[in-house]
């Protein structure tokens, strides 16, 4: 009776003892996970604030500089050179001391001499977001004693007038309610846009006249299908050629002989491939092709030597999307979303055998949008989708003189997704997500790309396309106003 009385104490007592120890694990698990969620709720607060503070460092910057172009405008002797701060009073802008303060952030306005007609502008802005750091921004410009100086043209390259301060031409055109533009080319006064619409309402493809720019006249449209990612004009054959969103006819070909009624002519499915057309260039009678991804391939040349009958000559693997293509010359110049290479130099002098020449690895890991390539000094331009981390620049510039080896010669910080960008002179031109839509940028060196000028646009303007000719920019808009033109003051 003493040996069951005491095996059942024992049991209590490994009952109790077992029910500690489960205890002490589950409460060791909450533990965890209580640690894990306020580490992870701490990082979310943290970049959220650290996004609150870089859009608010870039607006107080904006600010300075716009604070510095009144102070131009009042009177050029009044941009005196050296480190101000600016304070609104009842007669507008002015310098004052060194430096201003708001909300924590502190404001320097530099202003140093160019030339007789000319000055740099920096508005830098320090703050600390805790304890111990400080983290800086600065934005560039340049301003021009445009009263005194004849012409102002820091870009050559055909740019005339003062493009500090770029304006709208032409009136706004509705192209309907489920229209939205993402690419735009022109030719002549002859000018194509393309976009998403609705397989059964909406067309994808306008054409229209911009003999005059100030007055654009919208001529005829074409429904195409589901979308249009890119666009080119041959308008000596007077046909349109499309990548269009589809994972069958990728290449769509229209001809618009009659601008008031154009027709699609031709749909080709690129063969082994269901991916999505996704970019284009034309070179004479070659089609340079970009899908989506992955798939067999992504990137291919086709001949329309006979556009009824579209000839694939070659092809080769990039590993995803191809976002845009640009050749020029021998070679091809894509952008890619594959981390690793968001750039890719393909050698295209053999059709039959297109073959990569180098892949560039930008910083970071996020996606190119677009590549622009600048013969006149032998660089590369790079735009990307924004990332709040550092040192993850969403425009970089490469010196690919050698496209087997480019080098990364400059980039630049831009708080927005960069989804197109051209270079004309010394000027490049950046289109953006967010304020300040279209912006211009000093490119003469590429490690030093400064702020030059820009233009707001309509709230809800998204750019996605763009062209220039004569001095003006011709910009696809994502939404049912879908062109904007733009030139100098």
């Known amino acids: 009776m003493k040996t069951l009385h005491r095996r059942k104490k024992h049991q209590k007592t490994a009952h109790h003892g077992s029910f500690l120890v489960e205890a002490l694990i589950a409460i060791a698990i909450l533990s965890i996970i209580a640690g894990t ?114 012409q102002v043209d820091l870009g050559g390259g055909g740019l005339t007038g003062n493009w500090g301060t770029p304006v709208f031409l032409g009136t706004t055109l509705d192209f309907g309610a489920n229209f ?13 846009i393309a976009g998403f619409g609705t397989v059964s309402q909406t067309n994808e493809l306008c054409i229209l006249d911009v003999a005059d720019p100030n007055n654009p006249i919208l001529h005829g449209c074409l429904n195409t299908g589901t979308g249009v990612n890119k666009v080119r004009i041959d308008l000596t054959r007077k046909l349109v050629y499309m990548a269009y969103a589809g994972t069958s006819n990728q290449l769509q070909i229209a001809d618009i002989s009659n601008i008031d009624a154009p027709v699609l002519k031709k749909q080709f499915t690129i063969s082994g491939n269901t991916q999505k057309g996704r970019s284009l ?69 053999n059709p039959t055998n297109p073959v990569i020449k180098s892949l560039t690895d930008a ?22 989708k924004t990332d709040s981390l550092t040192n993850t620049p969403e425009v970089t510039v490469y010196n690919v003189a050698n496209k087997s080896a480019p080098v990364l010669v400059g980039s630049m910080e831009v708080p ?17 997500l967010g304020d300040i839509e279209f912006r211009a940028y000093v490119a003469t060196d590429p490690a030093d790309l400064r702020y030059y000028g ?11 396309g763009v062209t220039y000719k004569n001095n003006i920019f011709y910009i696809a808009i994502f939404n049912r106003y879908g062109l904007r033109i733009v030139s100098s003051y």
Not at 47 to 55: A, E, I, N, Y
């Open 37 to 150: 969620i306020v580490v992870s709720l701490s990082n979310q607060i943290t970049g959220t604030q650290t996004s609150r503070d870089t859009s608010a460092a870039t607006a107080y910057a904006q600010e300075g500089l716009e604070a510095a172009r009144a102070i131009r405008d009042s009177g050029w002797g009044n941009l005196a050179t050296g480190v101000h701060g600016a304070t609104w009073t009842s007669a507008g802008w002015t310098f004052t001391n060194t430096s201003d303060t708001k909300n924590g952030f502190n404001r320097t306005i530099t202003v140093t001499t160019i030339d007789d007609h000319n000055v740099s502008v920096d508005a830098n802005i320090t703050w600390k977001p805790s304890p111990g750091r400080t983290r800086t921004l600065k934005l560039s410009s340049i301003l021009s004693d445009w009263r005194n100086a004849s």
């Open 281 to 349: 260039d034309r070179v004479g009678n070659m089609i340079y092709f970009g899908t989506e991804g992955p798939a067999t391939r992504e990137f291919y040349v086709i001949d329309v030597t006979d556009a009824m009958n579209p000839i694939i000559k070659g092809s080769v693997s990039i590993g995803n999307d191809v976002n845009c293509v640009q050749v020029v010359g021998n070679y091809a110049y894509l952008a890619s979303d594959v981390d690793g290479k968001q750039m890719v130099i393909v050698d295209i002098s």
């Open 363 to 384: 910083p970071g890991t996020m996606s190119a949008e677009v590549v622009w390539y600048d013969q006149n000094t032998d660089r590369a331009y790079i735009g990307r």
């Open 454 to 464: 820009g233009i707001d646009f309509p709230a809800g303007d998204e750019p996605r």
């Open 180 to 192: 939205r533009a993402l690419d735009v080319d022109v030719a002549s006064t002859t000018l194509v």
């Open 416 to 432: 927005v997704d960069v989804n197109t960008l051209i270079t004309v002179g010394n000027l490049l031109f950046v289109m953006t």
